[in-house]
């Protein structure tokens, strides 16, 4: 072999080299999408001790059941039977579930969802309609699995033990001991399939309202940067429509992440028993 094809030839059996493209560099997040988790991890967090005490009385709402005496009349009734018997501080029971959770989640989120647009996007840079529920929903599944499930579950049975005379769970970390100690892990992934489903079709919504917001907004041109409060506008838009359309979803989840949640076989059955029980509009 002449020296011109010594130095052509690429041994098949080394190391792969960290210049080509489709290197280990190309899995890195970029600069960018690091900057966009630490931001949203710290507005998520913001934004969740804004409205705790919303997520709060949603929960409990979704725990009582209608075919029974419901224990609330409604939102201000839960409000003032909580305030009455746990101090304004009820309010916020579970929240450092959600605070520990937040920038983990929002790093998976928005992680998976530029890891697969830019494996999904066209030569000029755009991503077609299909592909940004496919990777919204990608997005979502995984947040599902790695941070929301345990997270939400471990939140939900916080709340839960709210409505008992005597609360068990005397803070975060004697909370997850015990619910690990009498469930085992299992115990902190309860609900995993309607959180899944919830998680999938509410990022796939999410993310395909804004991309669709934001390439109309840049006239199909990718490299047009879009002003920070149009896409926080954007951003609005798609939660409310995504909240609206996920809502079901949510309860099923909920019931299944209750202290109750032995009383249902799974996510199915949970449904059917609602649905027989309490009717749709639960």
Known sequence: MDSQGSKDFKN?????????????????????????????????????????????????????????SPRYAGI???????????GVKGLYRGLSVLLYGSIPKVGVRFG????????????????????RLLCGLG?????????????????VKFINDQQAAQPKFKGFSHGVREIIRTQ????????????????????AMRFFVVETLK???RGGDPNKKVNTFVTGGFGAVAGAISVFGNNPMD????????????????????????????????
């Not at 900057?35 to 507005?43: C, D, E, L, Q």
């Not at 892990?185 to 990022?203: A, C, D, E, F, W």
Request: hydrophobic share 35%.
């Open 76 to 86: 201000v009734d839960c409000v003032k039977q909580t305030v009455k018997s746990h």
């Open 184 to 203: 085992g892990i299992r115990g902190t992934y309860q609900g995993l399939v309607p959180t899944m489903l919830k998680q999938g079709s509410n990022q």
């Open 12 to 68: 098949p059996l080394g190391p792969p080299s960290m210049t080509r493209t489709g290197g280990v560099k190309n899995y890195l997040p970029s600069q960018k999408t690091v900057k966009g988790i630490v931001a949203g991890g710290f507005t998520g967090a913001l934004e969740i001790c804004i409205t705790f005490p919303t997520e709060y009385v949603k929960t409990q709402l979704q725990l009582s059941e209608k075919s029974v």
């Open 215 to 217: 390439d109309w907004y």
């Open 251 to 282: 309860v099923v989840k909920t019931r299944l992440q209750g202290l109750e949640a032995h009383r249902y076989r799974g996510t199915w059955d949970c449904i059917v028993k609602i649905a027989k029980n309490e009717g749709f509009a639960a």
């Open 112 to 131: 998976t969802f530029e890891q697969l647009k830019s494996k999904a996007i066209d030569e000029r840079g755009n991503l077609a309609p299909v592909n």
């Open 139 to 155: 997005a979502g599944v995984m947040e599902a699995i790695i941070a929301v499930t345990p997270m939400e579950t471990i939140k």
